[in-house]
């Protein structure tokens, strides 16, 4: 049989139905959210919390949201460019900063709610897995479920390195070990002291040396602003360890300012008119065409 072209034909056209915008966009999997987002029906309104974790090439982005018809509800947010006021002013988009970031968001939200003096999390880090379980007699541990979005979620995967922070933060998000760094896949082991140091970014500080000892130039021109704030390799883990004990004595926002109105910009064309300027000004050229005209014919009489 030989080759037969398909027509795609009217009928097909008017029965084709576009995606979601977001699908279109390729923003949003909805396979993934519906699964996050339905709520059981015995639970009649109640939100289904999602740990949304995003990253961009600058900042890391952790919010706490539920689903409405109308639009995501955000609860809590925390970022990756707040960490400076904790002491970590590098390094903004590691693992170690999403765990920070994390943490942050966990400690904010638990004190939003009255409920940090209730549950404290894991206050000395080890990398191993820590479950948040409910006291009696006390309001129940924030429950929540990790939202990636569009990421990979490798073994590794930053993303993860937020969930973990969050869940040492005093958050209950269902999780497991198979992908922390540390896992390895082939002999089913969970090796916690690699986690750790991923958390205090001994990693980075094993590749400055790395770099130092084989490449001055590259290591200064790759870790220029460790330089300039002066973090060697041997200061990285200490900076982590006070970033997150600042973050546990004080991790409310800053108030936002008013925004300041900024000066009035020079133009350097005609400002746009509207009708009644525009007809204004077309009546006063005419007067003074006229005018002109009857001045010029008034000097030819004499």
Not at 63 to 79: E, F, L, P, S, T
Not at 122 to 149: M, N
Request: charged fraction near 30%.
């Amino acid at each position: 049989m030989g080759f037969v072209k398909v027509v795609k034909n009217v009928p097909y056209f008017k029965r084709y139905q576009v995606k979601f915008r977001r699908r279109r966009e390729g923003k949003t999997d909805y396979y993934a959210r519906k699964r996050l987002v339905v709520q059981d029906r015995n639970k009649y309104n109640t939100p289904k919390y999602r740990l949304i974790v995003r990253f961009t090439n600058k900042d890391i982005i952790c919010q706490i949201a539920y689903a409405r018809i109308d639009g995501d509800v955000i609860v809590c947010a925390a970022y990756a460019h707040e960490l400076p006021r904790y002491g970590v002013k590098v390094g903004l988009t590691n693992y170690a900063a999403a765990y920070c970031t994390g943490l942050l968001l966990a400690r904010r939200l638990l004190k939003k709610f009255n409920m940090d003096g209730i549950y404290g999390g894991c206050e000395e880090v080890t990398g191993d897995q820590y479950q948040v379980e409910s006291i009696d007699g006390q309001p129940g541990a924030f429950r929540c479920y990790l939202d990636v979005g569009l990421a990979r979620t490798t073994t590794g995967a930053r993303v993860f390195g937020a969930m973990k922070g969050a869940v040492d933060g005093g958050l209950d998000i269902p999780h497991g070990v198979k992908r922390f760094p540390g896992y390895d896949s082939e002999s089913k082991e969970f090796h916690a002291d690699v986690h750790r140091k991923h958390i205090f970014g001994q990693h980075v500080a094993d590749y400055m040396k790395l770099l130092q000892q084989d490449d001055d130039d590259a290591f200064k021109r790759q870790f220029a602003q460790y330089i300039k704030n002066g973090i060697t390799a041997d200061t990285v883990e200490t900076m982590y360890k006070k970033a997150h004990a600042a973050i546990r004595e004080n991790p409310e926002a800053l108030e936002k300012k008013e925004k300041v109105e900024p000066a009035k910009k020079k133009r350097w064309n005609r400002a746009k008119m509207s009708l009644k300027q525009h007809k204004d000004r077309v009546r006063q050229k005419k007067e003074a065409y006229l005018k002109k005209q009857a001045e010029g014919a008034g000097g030819d009489d004499e």
